[in-house]
Nanobody, 119 residues
Framework: QVQVVESGGGLVQPGGSLRLSCVVS????????MGWYRQAPGKQRELVAT???????DYADSVKGRFTISRDNAKNLVYLQMNSLKPEDTAVYYC?????????????WGQGTQVTVSS
């Protein structure tokens, strides 16, 4: 069974930075694509960033240039570096593991970590 566990959320002021981490318990981590979703109260869930097993990345327009997704296959870790944070980035962030077919498909989900951007 694949387990996905996020960490690193918290409260940050506008313009600040946070780094989310996600550890995946599986022997096949290097074959998985990874993605970060977020969901704010009253809003639809949004796919924020994805990374292929080969390291290719993609971002939502809302975070492009501010967020960076990366992975460490030796440690089964994926990161989301978030810079220049805005109040509208406030949401629960979910780490997911899955595959790319015509687009990213998530299969395994973490429990989520709260990110609050406020002064």
């Amino acid at each position: 069974q694949v387990q996905v566990v996020e960490s690193g959320g918290g409260l940050v002021q506008p313009g600040g930075s946070l780094r989310l981490s996600c550890v995946v318990s599986t022997s096949i981590f290097s074959s998985l694509a990874m993605g970060w979703y977020r969901q704010a109260p009253g809003k639809q869930r949004e796919l924020v960033a994805t990374i292929t097993r080969g390291g290719g990345t993609d971002y939502a327009d809302s975070v492009k240039g501010r967020f960076t997704i990366s992975r460490d296959n030796a440690k089964n870790l994926v990161y989301l570096q978030m810079n220049s944070l805005k109040p509208e980035d406030t949401a629960v962030y979910y780490c997911t593991a899955g595959y790319y077919r015509s687009s990213y498909e998530s299969i395994y989900w973490g429990q989520g970590t709260q990110v609050t951007v406020s002064s």
